[in-house]
């Protein structure tokens, strides 16, 4: 009985992380209408990549993966396929940076509002979290960009 206790918890301790970690999900205030933006880490515990291809979110008309670029002199968004996470690591979406849009808003996003949003991964599968709606500052003032 023992053997077989400790074969099921050796087992256990084997088996792989199947999900990817998701922390401080949050989304820019924005009014019905407008496009706001959805900022998160991920934190892939996988021995091996991991891809985010996909998000979904029923309060936005569109849901699109997008990266912030530089090019010459001009700074500007534009969607991506797809965002790959390298095992062990942690990738920051973040303002200016890589972002989810949420595009033709179906309602008002107010401060301390949680909305629920889908992430689909290649690995991971489906992963359904909580966004809370924040102001976004920058440089200490309240940041409301018009994308």
Known sequence: ML?????????FLLQEKTLV????????VAAKGMNSALYFEVENNLTKPDTLYNAKCDLAEIVEIHETFT?????GMRRIE???????TKFQFRPRAHHIMLIGLKEELEEGK????????KESG?????????????????YTPFH
Do not use: S
């Open 3 to 11: 053997k077989t206790i400790l074969a099921i918890v050796f087992i």
């Open 21 to 28: 970690e998701i922390n401080n999900p949050w989304v820019r």
């Open 71 to 75: 090019q010459g002199d001009r700074m």
């Open 82 to 88: 797809f965002v790959e996470i390298e095992p062990g």
């Open 114 to 121: 949680e909305i629920p949003v889908f992430l689909y991964f």
């Open 126 to 142: 489906e992963v359904k979290l909580r966004a809370v709606v924040r102001k976004m500052m920058w440089k200490g003032v309240v």
